[in-house]
């Protein structure tokens, strides 16, 4: 952590407890781990997936540390004023983005090649707005 603080540019350490996603562990394996990473000055404390949003509550409960959270599979159906609830300080997405991109092709692939249709494409994004949105969300 020394290192860290003495870098020009700030600088955030996110220790994470990835067991509960991987299922190496359960909520109650996790806590201890991200109150030791807290212990040794970690920024950031993230359990990836810790199953159900009573398990997200006591993550946050645990420890006074700001903490991730993950918007997939359970958590998908929140908004950024229900994590906020919460107590969640960040919010991070994964390849969520990908995935329902991933979707929309095989969905989109699927009803070109078994029915022939192609009216799917009737709501795709312009150009513009996507280059619109990579010059905004690269500003800042």
Request: one cysteine or more.
């Amino acid at each position: 952590m020394v290192v860290a603080r003495s870098m020009p540019e700030p600088f955030v350490l996110c220790a994470r407890a990835d067991g509960v996603m991987n299922g190496f562990y359960d909520v109650d394996e996790a806590i201890p781990r991200i109150c030791a990473f807290e212990g040794v000055g970690a920024d950031l404390l993230y359990v990836a997936m810790p199953v159900d949003v009573d398990g997200l509550r006591r993550v946050v409960a645990s420890v006074r540390s700001p903490v991730n959270a993950l918007a997939a599979w359970p958590f998908a159906v929140l908004l950024v004023a229900d994590f906020a609830e919460i107590g969640v300080r960040r919010i991070s997405v994964g390849s969520q983005i990908a995935r329902v991109t991933h979707a929309a092709i095989r969905d989109l692939t699927t009803a070109m090649l078994d029915e022939g249709d192609f009216t799917g494409f009737a709501g795709a994004a312009d150009g513009g707005e996507i280059d619109g949105l990579l010059v905004r969300g690269g500003s800042g």
